[in-house]
Protein backbone atom coordinates (compact mmCIF):
# COMPACT_ATOMS: atom_id res chain seq x y z
CA UNK A 1 0.00 0.00 0.00
CA UNK A 2 1.43 3.27 -0.91
CA UNK A 3 2.16 5.81 1.98
CA UNK A 4 2.39 9.10 2.06
CA UNK A 5 1.61 10.31 -1.55
CA UNK A 6 0.61 13.13 -2.91
CA UNK A 7 -1.10 13.63 -6.54
CA UNK A 8 -0.87 16.67 -8.86
CA UNK A 9 -1.53 17.50 -12.17
CA UNK A 10 0.12 19.93 -14.53
CA UNK A 11 -2.40 22.88 -13.55
CA UNK A 12 -2.32 22.13 -9.93
CA UNK A 13 -6.20 21.21 -9.62
CA UNK A 14 -5.75 17.70 -8.59
CA UNK A 15 -6.45 14.60 -9.85
CA UNK A 16 -9.94 13.35 -11.45
CA UNK A 17 -11.43 10.64 -10.06
CA UNK A 18 -10.12 8.45 -13.41
CA UNK A 19 -6.59 9.48 -12.52
CA UNK A 20 -7.45 8.46 -9.10
CA UNK A 21 -8.32 5.07 -10.09
CA UNK A 22 -4.96 4.75 -11.98
CA UNK A 23 -2.81 5.56 -9.78
CA UNK A 24 -4.48 3.22 -7.31
CA UNK A 25 -4.84 0.58 -9.87
CA UNK A 26 -0.81 1.19 -11.09
CA UNK A 27 1.36 3.05 -9.23
CA UNK A 28 1.45 1.48 -5.59
CA UNK A 29 4.64 1.55 -3.96
CA UNK A 30 6.11 0.40 -1.07
CA UNK A 31 7.25 3.60 1.00
CA UNK A 32 9.57 3.49 3.56
CA UNK A 33 10.17 5.90 6.78
CA UNK A 34 12.96 7.49 5.01
CA UNK A 35 11.55 7.95 1.38
CA UNK A 36 9.32 9.51 -0.28
CA UNK A 37 7.07 9.18 -3.48
CA UNK A 38 4.17 11.03 -4.97
CA UNK A 39 2.09 10.39 -8.68
CA UNK A 40 2.30 13.21 -11.56
CA UNK A 41 -0.16 13.80 -14.09
CA UNK A 42 -0.34 15.45 -17.97
CA UNK A 43 -2.75 15.59 -20.71
CA UNK A 44 -1.14 15.22 -24.13
CA UNK A 45 -2.76 16.45 -26.81
CA UNK A 46 -1.75 13.19 -29.15
CA UNK A 47 -3.26 9.49 -29.38
CA UNK A 48 -1.77 7.21 -27.33
CA UNK A 49 -0.05 4.85 -29.95
CA UNK A 50 2.30 7.95 -30.70
CA UNK A 51 3.20 8.72 -26.38
CA UNK A 52 3.18 4.70 -26.25
CA UNK A 53 5.50 4.02 -28.92
CA UNK A 54 8.30 6.70 -27.27
CA UNK A 55 7.35 6.13 -23.85
CA UNK A 56 8.25 2.29 -24.25
CA UNK A 57 11.87 3.34 -25.99
CA UNK A 58 13.36 2.11 -22.40
CA UNK A 59 17.10 2.04 -25.25
CA UNK A 60 15.99 5.47 -26.24
CA UNK A 61 14.90 7.69 -22.75
CA UNK A 62 17.18 10.69 -24.45
CA UNK A 63 14.17 11.02 -27.83
CA UNK A 64 12.17 13.39 -25.22
CA UNK A 65 14.26 13.09 -21.63
CA UNK A 66 16.12 16.41 -22.20
CA UNK A 67 18.70 15.64 -19.09
CA UNK A 68 19.90 12.44 -21.14
CA UNK A 69 23.06 12.55 -23.61
CA UNK A 70 23.41 9.15 -24.75
CA UNK A 71 22.09 5.63 -23.89
CA UNK A 72 23.05 2.08 -24.02
CA UNK A 73 21.69 -1.43 -23.63
CA UNK A 74 22.78 -4.37 -22.18
CA UNK A 75 20.95 -7.03 -23.91
CA UNK A 76 17.43 -7.35 -26.07
CA UNK A 77 14.66 -4.88 -24.63
CA UNK A 78 12.95 -7.11 -22.32
CA UNK A 79 11.78 -7.70 -18.68
CA UNK A 80 15.22 -6.95 -16.69
CA UNK A 81 17.40 -5.34 -19.24
CA UNK A 82 19.62 -2.63 -17.86
CA UNK A 83 20.31 0.66 -19.49
CA UNK A 84 23.61 2.93 -18.52
CA UNK A 85 22.32 6.53 -19.33
CA UNK A 86 24.95 9.71 -19.48
CA UNK A 87 23.07 12.61 -17.95
CA UNK A 88 24.03 15.85 -19.27
CA UNK A 89 26.25 18.58 -17.74
CA UNK A 90 24.29 20.75 -14.78
CA UNK A 91 22.74 17.78 -13.05
CA UNK A 92 23.80 16.49 -9.78
CA UNK A 93 25.25 13.24 -11.66
CA UNK A 94 27.15 11.99 -14.69
CA UNK A 95 25.87 8.54 -15.21
CA UNK A 96 22.70 6.23 -14.34
CA UNK A 97 22.18 2.60 -14.48
CA UNK A 98 18.66 1.30 -14.24
CA UNK A 99 16.75 -1.83 -14.77
CA UNK A 100 13.79 -2.84 -16.99
CA UNK A 101 10.91 -4.10 -14.28
CA UNK A 102 8.23 -4.19 -16.78
CA UNK A 103 6.93 -3.08 -20.28
CA UNK A 104 3.19 -3.93 -20.66
CA UNK A 105 2.28 -2.85 -24.29
CA UNK A 106 -1.32 -4.34 -24.27
CA UNK A 107 -1.96 -1.55 -20.60
CA UNK A 108 0.74 0.78 -21.71
CA UNK A 109 2.87 0.33 -18.32
CA UNK A 110 6.67 0.82 -17.83
CA UNK A 111 8.07 0.46 -14.86
CA UNK A 112 12.39 0.65 -13.96
CA UNK A 113 14.56 1.24 -11.10
CA UNK A 114 17.81 3.00 -10.46
CA UNK A 115 20.21 0.34 -9.71
CA UNK A 116 23.68 2.15 -9.94
CA UNK A 117 25.35 5.25 -10.86
CA UNK A 118 27.02 8.50 -9.36
CA UNK A 119 23.90 10.41 -8.19
CA UNK A 120 21.53 10.66 -4.99
CA UNK A 121 18.52 8.91 -6.09
CA UNK A 122 19.14 5.83 -4.15
CA UNK A 123 16.31 2.87 -3.98
CA UNK A 124 14.81 5.28 -6.87
CA UNK A 125 11.92 3.16 -8.86
CA UNK A 126 9.38 4.58 -11.21
CA UNK A 127 6.20 3.34 -12.88
CA UNK A 128 5.11 5.50 -16.23
CA UNK A 129 1.27 4.62 -17.21
CA UNK A 130 -0.36 5.85 -20.37
CA UNK A 131 -4.32 6.39 -20.92
CA UNK A 132 -6.40 7.49 -23.98
CA UNK A 133 -8.78 10.21 -23.63
CA UNK A 134 -10.24 12.42 -25.50
CA UNK A 135 -8.96 16.45 -25.20
CA UNK A 136 -11.06 19.04 -27.36
CA UNK A 137 -12.97 16.56 -29.21
CA UNK A 138 -9.55 14.85 -30.42
CA UNK A 139 -7.61 12.16 -29.29
CA UNK A 140 -5.42 12.55 -26.59
CA UNK A 141 -3.06 10.64 -24.21
CA UNK A 142 -3.35 10.72 -19.73
CA UNK A 143 0.25 10.20 -18.83
CA UNK A 144 0.98 9.49 -15.09
CA UNK A 145 4.63 8.99 -13.84
CA UNK A 146 4.42 8.35 -10.02
CA UNK A 147 8.18 7.28 -7.68
CA UNK A 148 9.44 6.12 -4.98
CA UNK A 149 12.86 7.30 -3.97
CA UNK A 150 15.24 7.18 -0.68
CA UNK A 151 15.55 10.87 1.32
CA UNK A 152 19.13 11.52 1.23
CA UNK A 153 21.27 12.10 4.31
CA UNK A 154 20.87 16.27 4.66
CA UNK A 155 17.26 16.36 2.84
CA UNK A 156 13.79 16.57 3.89
CA UNK A 157 11.23 14.73 2.19
CA UNK A 158 9.98 18.02 0.66
CA UNK A 159 12.85 18.81 -0.48
CA UNK A 160 13.67 15.43 -2.56
CA UNK A 161 10.21 15.23 -3.68
CA UNK A 162 10.71 18.92 -5.01
CA UNK A 163 14.09 17.77 -6.58
CA UNK A 164 12.63 14.40 -8.32
CA UNK A 165 8.99 16.21 -9.44
CA UNK A 166 11.19 18.87 -11.38
CA UNK A 167 12.52 16.50 -13.37
CA UNK A 168 9.58 14.33 -14.10
CA UNK A 169 7.77 17.39 -14.55
CA UNK A 170 10.41 18.76 -17.26
CA UNK A 171 10.27 14.91 -18.96
CA UNK A 172 6.71 14.92 -19.43
CA UNK A 173 6.50 18.41 -20.87
CA UNK A 174 9.46 17.46 -23.25
CA UNK A 175 7.52 14.30 -24.29
CA UNK A 176 4.27 16.57 -24.33
CA UNK A 177 6.41 18.65 -26.98
CA UNK A 178 7.81 16.05 -29.04
CA UNK A 179 4.09 14.28 -29.02
CA UNK A 180 2.08 17.23 -29.94
CA UNK A 181 4.79 17.86 -32.68
CA UNK A 182 4.58 14.39 -33.94
CA UNK A 183 0.44 14.56 -33.66
CA UNK A 184 0.40 17.70 -35.88
CA UNK A 185 2.68 16.27 -38.34
CA UNK A 186 0.36 13.17 -38.84
CA UNK A 187 -2.52 15.07 -39.20
CA UNK A 188 -1.20 17.90 -41.63
CA UNK A 189 0.70 14.69 -43.82
CA UNK A 190 -1.56 13.89 -46.67
CA UNK A 191 -2.17 10.17 -46.50
CA UNK A 192 -0.97 8.47 -49.56
CA UNK A 193 -3.94 6.42 -50.45
CA UNK A 194 -1.72 4.05 -53.03
Not at 178 to 191: F, G, H, M, N
Request: aromatic fraction near 4%; include cysteine.
Amino acid sequence: MTVNTKSSSENGAGCSQLEDEFIRRHHRHDVKENQCSSSLVKHIKAPVHLVWSLVRRFDEPQKYKPFISRCTVQGDLEIGSVREVNVKSGLPATTSTERLDLLDDVEHILSMRIVGGDHRLKNYSSTVTVHPEVINERPGTLIIESYVVDVPEGNTKDETCYFVEALIKCNLKSLADVCERLAVQDSTEPIDRT
